[in-house]
């Protein structure tokens, strides 16, 4: 190792000596001091928000850093098949997020999926986000974290995800049609998915916990007068089934007599709601009750120079599109932010 | 050797081989599309059927992508 190079990694050592405990033992523990970064843009979250934003910035010239903890892609790399995506009539989730990298890493953009976010310190005047390894101090942050959807919690969730457990009939509706698929959750958002599939799927069975819906009575009513759906109420689902890769079948029970049955399905659907990924912003940024973030049409949110795109924003609509649609509109009042705030520092 | 229970369509699966690739670290990829006995090793490994499932020369299994846990593991 070089010399100057050894001299300036010792500098950022700094060895603590712990009290001694057991029998004199002392212990001792490095720690090393955190590189810090200041840079323009920090966006938070590669899924299709965060990615588009980062082209639209890389293109800016505000070379992004782009910091995910999941998937590129994110949900959408857990989907089986996008058709709804303008200029691909189907395209594998996998496939239309590696588009999506490659997109941003030929603009320069880095995006670094290993370095975990610890804490995130959002303020008018000052914007830090501290992961393991770093602290970055940008002008301008952009959060696109997205929601995960509530999980079903039943034993074989995980190895049925996109090959027959499902949470958005608008994406994974069409690999089903002619066949009979559930639909699990209690409110409007069920029942309209409910419709949607009763008008590709051959049959839809809801399945329903309690004795009612949480919904809007003439939806409710529509979804009644509709041959092909049959309401199980008083029904859990309690897990589901095949005996190969794709699903076959759900396992039910009666909430009232715990008398559990089986029951062909190709698929459920659930809509028992979303959680917003955002647990590090809790006490930065203004949430709404659900804990999404609250940002209007400008993807402005609570904190001038924080920015929110995507799902994780509180909207009506959460699509590949709209979230494409909200990265842009983020990134670009993004840019305006950091050259006002650049001539406000240079005035 | 690092075993890892993987398949090539599993995002997961990829960030995690990715993760030990940038830790310079060698592993052996069990594909459990490949063949009923490999999804019967991932199983009996660790009495499940997700992927990626890590198993450590200590014995250790990870399940999933578990940064912190394979990060402690490796060190």
Redesign the interface.
């Given at each position: 190792m070089q010399l100057p190079r050894l001299t300036r990694l010792l500098n950022n050592l700094r060895i603590l000596q712990n009290p001694p405990n057991f029998r004199g033992i002392f212990a001792y523990s490095i720690h090393m001091e955190k590189e810090i970064i200041k840079t323009k843009l920090v966006i938070v979250g590669a899924g299709p928000a965060g990615i588009t934003a980062s082209i639209y910035a890389a293109r800016a010239g505000l070379d992004p850093v782009v910091l995910e903890k999941g998937?590129v892609?994110g949900q959408v790399?857990?989907s089986s098949i996008v058709e709804n995506y303008p200029g691909y009539m189907s395209i594998t989730g996998?496939e239309l997020?590696e588009h999506l990298r490659a997109h941003a890493q030929a603009l320069g953009v880095q995006i670094d999926?290993?370095d975990?976010i610890e804490r995130a310190e959002l303020s008018d005047s000052k914007k830090r986000i501290i992961t393991e390894s770093k602290i970055f101090e940008p002008t301008a942050v952009i959060i696109a974290t997205g929601a995960v959807p509530k999980p079903l919690l039943v034993r074989?969730e995980?190895?049925f995800r996109g090959k027959g457990v499902h949470y958005c009939a608008l994406c994974d509706a069409p690999a089903y049609k002619g066949k009979t698929v559930g639909v699990v959750g209690g409110g409007s958002a069920a029942i309209e998915e409910a419709l949607y599939l009763s008008n590709i799927a051959e049959k839809v069975v809801m399945i329903r916990r309690k004795s009612s819906f949480h919904a809007e009575k003439a939806i409710l009513r529509r979804a009644e007068n509709t041959p092909n759906i049959e309401i199980l109420y008083n029904t859990d689902l309690t897990d589901v089934g095949g005996s190969g890769d794709f699903m076959e079948y759900a396992v039910v029970a009666d909430t009232l007599t715990l008398k559990e049955r089986k029951i062909p399905l190709s698929a459920v659907f659930a809509y028992i709601g979303s959680v917003p990924r955002t647990e590090l912003l809790r006490g930065s940024l203004e949430l709404d009750p659900s804990g999404y973030i609250a940002a209007d049409e400008d993807m402005k949110t609570s904190v001038e120079g924080v920015f929110a795109a995507g799902d994780v924003r509180t909207k009506r609509y959460r699509q590949i599109v709209t979230a494409v649609s909200d990265g842009a509109v983020a990134a670009l009042n993004a840019e305006k932010y950091i050259l006002q705030s650049d001539q406000n520092t240079a005035g | 050797m690092i075993k890892v229970f993987s398949s090539d369509s599993c995002g997961y699966c990829t960030k995690l081989k990715a993760y030990l690739d940038s830790r310079r670290v060698k592993y052996d990829v069990i594909d459990v599309t490949e063949s009923r006995e490999n999804y019967d090793r991932l199983i009996g490994v660790s009495g499940q059927t997700g992927i990626p499932v890590t198993v450590f020369d200590s014995g250790e299994v990870v399940i999933g992508f578990d940064k912190p846990r394979i990060d402690s593991l490796l060190s």
């Open positions: 998937l892609g790399a857990l996998t997020s999926e290993f975990v074989n995980s190895r | -």
